[in-house]
C-alpha cells in the first residue's frame, strides 16, 4: 500500500523557518518525481515545487523562488520542503503528492494527509 | 503561467442527476495533459482522471472526462451521495502546474 506521511508543520513567526518531510513507502521511490501542493485555509490547491527522481531538476512557484528548496533523500525513501523567511501567505496545509515530470504529462495520484503550517505573530 | 477557470464554482444537485463541471485554459494545453481530483472536507484530494479522459484506478465509471485544448469537461453520470466535495481540475503541460479554482459540489 502507498503511503506518504509528512511531518514538521507547525506555528512559526513570520521570517522564521521550518522543514518539512515526507516518509514514502509501498512504492520504488526513486522511479517518481515528487512535488508538495499547499491548501491555504478555505482555499484552493496550489502546486509548490516538485523534483525529478534524482533530484537534479527542481521547479518552483515564483512567489517561493529564493525563500523555499525542495529535496530528496532515495536512501531514505523521504522528500523535503526547507522554508525559510515564512510570511503571513505561506500559511496553509502541505501536502507530499506522487508526481512530477519537467516536461510531459504527470498527475498526482498520491497524496499524503497534509501538514499544516501557520505563520502569525 | 496558465490560468485554469471552472464552471459553476458551486452546484447543488439530486441524487442520481447527470453533472457537468467545465474547466477553461488560458492557452491551449492539448489533449493529454489536463487531470481531474475530487478533494472531501479534512482530506487529501484523490485523482479521479488523467490524461482528459483516462479514469483513474479503482474511480467508479460513472466519471468521465473530455475536452481538448482550452476546453474540458468533467461529468458525472449519475451523481450519488457520496459523490459530495469541491472537483478540481489541473494542467501540467506549462510549469508551473496549476489548478482550476473548484467546483464544490452538494447534494441536495
Known amino acids: 500500500e502507498v503511503q506518504l506521511v509528512e511531518s514538521g508543520g507547525g506555528v512559526v513567526r513570520p521570517g522564521g523557518s521550518l522543514r518539512l518531510s515526507c516518509e514514502a513507502s509501498g512504492f520504488i521511490f526513486d522511479d517518481h518525481g515528487m512535488s508538495w501542493v499547499r491548501q491555504a485555509p478555505g482555499k484552493g490547491l496550489e502546486w509548490v515545487s516538485g523534483?525529478?527522481?534524482?533530484?537534479?531538476?527542481?521547479a518552483y512557484i515564483d512567489s517561493v523562488k529564493g525563500r523555499f528548496t525542495i529535496s530528496r533523500d532515495n536512501a531514505k525513501n523521504s522528500l523535503y520542503l526547507q522554508m525559510n523567511s515564512l510570511r503571513a501567505e505561506d500559511t496553509a496545509i502541505y501536502y507530499c503528492a506522487r508526481g512530477y515530470a519537467v516536461a510531459g504529462l504527470y498527475y498526482f495520484d498520491y497524496w499524503g494527509q497534509g501538514t499544516l503550517v501557520t505563520v502569525s505573530s | 503561467d496558465i490560468q485554469m477557470s471552472q464552471s459553476p464554482a458551486s452546484l447543488s444537485a439530486s441524487v442520481g442527476d447527470r453533472v457537468t463541471i467545465t474547466c477553461r485554459a488560458s492557452?491551449?494545453?492539448?489533449?493529454?495533459?489536463l487531470n481531474w481530483y475530487q478533494q472531501k472536507p479534512r482530506q487529501a484530494p484523490k485523482l479521479l482522471i488523467y490524461a482528459a479522459s483516462n479514469l483513474y484506478s479503482g474511480v467508479p465509471s460513472r466519471f468521465s472526462g473530455s475536452g481538448s485544448k482550452t476546453d474540458f469537461t468533467l461529468t458525472i453520470s449519475s451523481l450519488q451521495p457520496e459523490d459530495f466535495g469541491t472537483y478540481y481540475c489541473?494542467?501540467?503541460?506549462?510549469?508551473?502546474?496549476?489548478f482550476g479554482q473548484g467546483t464544490k459540489v452538494d447534494i441536495k
Open positions: 489541473q494542467q501540467s503541460f506549462s510549469a508551473p502546474a496549476t
Open positions: 492557452q491551449n494545453i492539448a489533449t493529454s495533459y
Open positions: 523534483l525529478i527522481w534524482n533530484g537534479d531538476s527542481t
